[in-house]
């Protein structure tokens, strides 16, 4: 079955380190790749996406993500953490429709 | 523009009451989505319309009715629903549906649903 994993139900950073969150799939080909951002009682909002190409891919608020088909994962990486990045993160796989990972909560510590 | 509207933003309904959701965007996108999300889940795929034919039923209870009057246009009708109904309900839209290339889902910021 087609699934998408997030090991981490929560990560803690302080400002201004690094961020990386990890997300491992499941499918029987490459899927389409997503990660969106949630804040609280808001709609999901699309961070970058990968379709195919360039494994490394930027998106929106300065987030990347590195696609490795041999590791199946789609990694969500920020050079520098703001306190406004404190939500929960999705990552998601498409196929014949897109399925969810079960969500990282971040938080950010001043 | 890649903005999905949803109204209302909050609902309150009783288990006897009718009421509707209703999901808006002017992509110009082929593919609408209904998703329920409960607190601190993942969204869950409720229906997909496909060029306004519903294409996908995640075998949702028939109380909860769509409907897809044109291109533009989502409308999630409610009707005796139940306490556990409660939940953040997601439209989203994409240019084209599942499975016809590549694309990406733009969601509307939600409607908050309480039954009580």
Not at chain 1, 2 to 15: F, G
Not at chain 1, 56 to 76: C, H
Not at chain 2, 38 to 65: C, G, T
Request: glycine content about 8%; overall charge positive; proline content about 6%.
């Amino acid at each position: 079955a087609q699934s998408v994993t997030q090991p981490d139900i929560h990560i803690t950073v302080s400002e201004g380190a690094s961020l990386e969150l990890r997300c491992n799939y499941s499918y029987g080909a490459t899927p389409y790749l997503f990660w969106y951002v949630q804040s609280p009682g808001q709609g999901l909002q699309l961070l970058l996406k990968y379709f195919s190409g360039d494994t490394l891919v930027q998106g929106i608020k300065g987030f990347e993500a590195e696609f490795k088909r041999s590791q199946s994962s789609f990694n969500l990486r920020k050079p520098s953490v703001h306190w406004s990045d404190a939500a929960e993160y999705f990552c998601a796989a498409q196929g014949n429709k897109l399925v969810f990972g079960a969500g990282t909560i971040l938080r950010v510590k001043s | 523009d890649t903005e999905v509207t949803q109204t209302p933003k909050h609902l309150v309904m009783g288990m006897t009451n009718k009421k509707s959701l209703k999901c808006e965007q002017h992509m110009g996108h082929r593919a609408m989505y209904w998703y329920k999300q409960k607190a601190k889940k993942p969204p869950e795929l409720m229906f997909v319309y496909s060029y306004e034919k519903l294409s996908i039923n995640e075998s949702v209870p028939s109380r909860f009715s769509p409907e897809c009057p044109n291109s533009s246009l989502l409308n999630l009708h409610l009707h005796a629903l139940q306490p556990e109904d409660s939940a953040l309900y997601l439209c989203a839209s994409s240019l084209t549906p599942p499975g016809t290339g590549t694309y990406e889902q733009y969601f509307g910021p939600g409607t908050r649903l309480t039954v009580t």
